[in-house]
């Protein structure tokens, strides 16, 4: 197998999400650890707290996006979210995790506490 350029290396797909650079799969299914546990990636991706009111009649709700967690550590993060904030909430299938309301700056302190470096989108 030929070398690959790194301009034809594919690190984001809209089918898969973003993609592992050493084991070439979904980071959802990576199999090639870190010595830090987290998958291997070429760019940084910046979490980013935002709030979004479009299709729901007005109603607000405050979308974490970004992480790269395995679907187990998300899952557990969205249910520990949702216990701090006191709202419900759901986890999309693209990884994407959405809260009831208007909790943006919980979530950025909670993110922090854990480790995570998130910033505050939108106004």
């Given amino acids: 197998m030929g070398s690959v350029k790194d301009s034809e290396r594919i690190v984001y797909t809209t089918g ?4 592992c650079t050493g084991c070439r799969r ?4 990576c199999v090639c650890r870190s010595a830090q ?5 070429s760019g940084h991706k910046i979490v980013r707290v935002g709030r979004e009111t479009q299709g ?3 109603k607000g709700v405050t979308v974490i996006t ?3 967690l395995p679907g187990a550590e998300l899952e557990q993060l969205t249910k520990a979210l949702k216990q701090r ?9 693209d990884g ?4 009831q309301g208007e909790q943006r700056d919980t979530v950025v302190a909670e993110l922090a506490r854990r480790g995570i470096t998130a910033k505050r ?3």
Avoid: M, T, Y
């Fill in 16 to 19: 898969l999400g973003a993609i």
């Fill in 26 to 29: 979904p980071v959802a299914q």
């Fill in 37 to 41: 546990g987290q998958p291997e990636r």
């Fill in 56 to 58: 729901r009649g007005g």
């Fill in 66 to 68: 970004g992480l790269l």
């Fill in 85 to 93: 904030c006191g709202a419900g909430g759901r986890l999309r299938e």
């Fill in 96 to 99: 994407v995790i959405e809260l």
């Fill in 121 to 123: 989108a939108g106004g």
